[in-house]
């Protein structure tokens, strides 16, 4: 890996803990298509579309997170990220344009079994439990895209030329992303602390776990449009 900060902490025992579904979700053939510039173009407009209605429930999830936080600068670094979401809207919908989809079209789009799915597993963690386990559900979206953007980036088998997903590629290996991931992953981490994440390890692991699945099923869910 190309930072330390997927490995260590709690983060890295979760991510380690995730074992091969883990390497499922960051190396899904989505990808490897994506990286060879040879992933089918409806595979990914589907991805776009289900992306755009899964970050508007998304950010409702991380409004819920600032809503669990007990003190102001956990609250502010949430609220960083909700804002982060909320802000790249936009630039999500002008990247979208350039693939031929419009805002009014993706809004009007059914939302898939697995985006369903994903967000509303996240969300009820989020009523049903505190602040730390949706924290766990929280993590392999917003760490594992940065970890996948930065092996996509830095991979061999990686062809930027010519790529029409390139900027795509750019976007998630970009390093000021990761500053970004790193408060996240602090957030986890001094939660974590407050919180009892030590006896609570095993079933923060399985809401890590079970989340690590749902993205690589939404990764699945793009590639069956193709
Ligand atoms: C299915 C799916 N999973 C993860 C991301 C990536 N992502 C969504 S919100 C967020 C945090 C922004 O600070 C990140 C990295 C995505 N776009 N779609």
Same mark, same amino acid.
């Given at each position: 890996m190309y930072t330390p900060l997927f490995e260590n902490g709690l983060y890295g025992r979760l991510r380690q803990q995730a074992g091969q579904l883990w390497q499922d979700y960051v190396d899904h053939p989505f990808l490897q298509q994506l990286a060879a510039g040879t992933l089918p173009k409806p595979a990914f407009q589907r991805y776009l579309t289900q992306d755009y209605l899964f970050l508007i429930h998304f950010a409702r999830a991380y409004a819920l997170l600032v809503s669990k936080l007990r003190t102001l600068p956990e609250m502010r670094t949430a609220t960083a990220s909700l804002n982060a979401i909320v802000a790249e809207l936009p630039l999500h919908v002008a990247y979208c344009t350039s693939w031929g989809l419009d805002e009014e079209q993706m809004a009007a789009q059914a939302e898939a079994p697995e985006t369903m799915n994903y967000t509303r597993y996240v969300l009820d963690i989020g009523y049903s439990g505190d602040a730390l386990d949706l924290l766990a559900a929280l993590l392999p979206c917003v760490a594992g895209y940065a970890e996948i953007g930065l092996g996509l980036l830095h991979? #061999?088998?990686?062809?930027?030329?010519?790529? #029409?997903?390139a900027s795509w590629i750019r976007n998630y290996g970009d390093e000021g992303y990761l500053t970004g991931v790193q408060s996240a992953i602090q957030l986890l981490e001094n939660v974590g602390q407050q919180r009892g994440a030590e006896s609570r390890f095993a079933e923060l692991s399985q809401i890590f776990t079970t989340a690590t699945q749902l993205e690589s099923a939404f990764w699945q869910m793009g590639l069956n449009a193709s």
């Open positions: 991979s #061999p088998d990686t062809v930027m030329a010519g790529n #029409p997903y």
